[in-house]
């Protein structure tokens, strides 16, 4: 079940962060992240995903799924209802960023459809490039 993340769930949020990055974002980070105008989250009891959608454009900006919930079919069920969910709200195109190193994200997002539109180069910590990604959603 997929519900709309409500400041309620920030711990959880942060905590399935957590589980996903080594950069983690606070349960106080998500509460004013939910209060940005255009933000909605999308939480499992696994994994999440938060979308902004602003006019006709939207953007993934984070998708996490617990380690011992992979390859099951989440992130896929994830980015898809955000992508309705960003359609129904107005936006055309969906777009994201995802390290070049990260080959289960990349596989997930090519299988979903998305294609490179640009990189911005050594653009992590770590020195990997991070790729444009983009969705048309008409
Ligand atoms: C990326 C992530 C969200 C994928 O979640 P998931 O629930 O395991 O993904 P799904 O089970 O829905 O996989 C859907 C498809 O993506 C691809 N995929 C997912 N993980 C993969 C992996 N480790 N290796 C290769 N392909 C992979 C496959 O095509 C898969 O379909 P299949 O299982 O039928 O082969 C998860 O690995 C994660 O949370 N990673 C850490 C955080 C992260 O990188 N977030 C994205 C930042 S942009």
């Known amino acids: 079940m997929i519900i709309d993340a409500t400041g309620r769930d920030c711990v959880r949020l942060a905590e399935l962060h957590a589980l996903a990055f080594a950069d983690c974002w606070s349960a106080e980070a998500f509460g004013d992240l939910l209060g940005s105008p255009g933000v909605q989250a999308l939480l499992a ?4 995903i938060v ?24 992130g896929r069920a994830l980015a898809s209802k955000a992508a309705e969910v960003a359609r129904e709200q107005g936006a055309a ?3 994201l960023e995802v390290s070049a190193k990260n080959a289960a994200a990349r596989a997930l997002y090519a299988a979903l459809g998305f294609t490179e539109i ?3 180069a050594r653009y992590y910590a770590d020195g990997a490039d991070a790729l444009v990604l983009s969705l048309g959603l008409s």
């Open 51 to 74: 979308v902004r959608t602003v006019a006709d454009e939207a953007e993934i900006l984070t998708l996490a799924v617990a380690p011992a919930a992979r390859r099951a079919g989440l």
């Open 118 to 120: 640009g990189r911005r």
């Open 93 to 95: 195109r969906l777009y």
């Open 45 to 48: 009891p696994d994994g999440f």
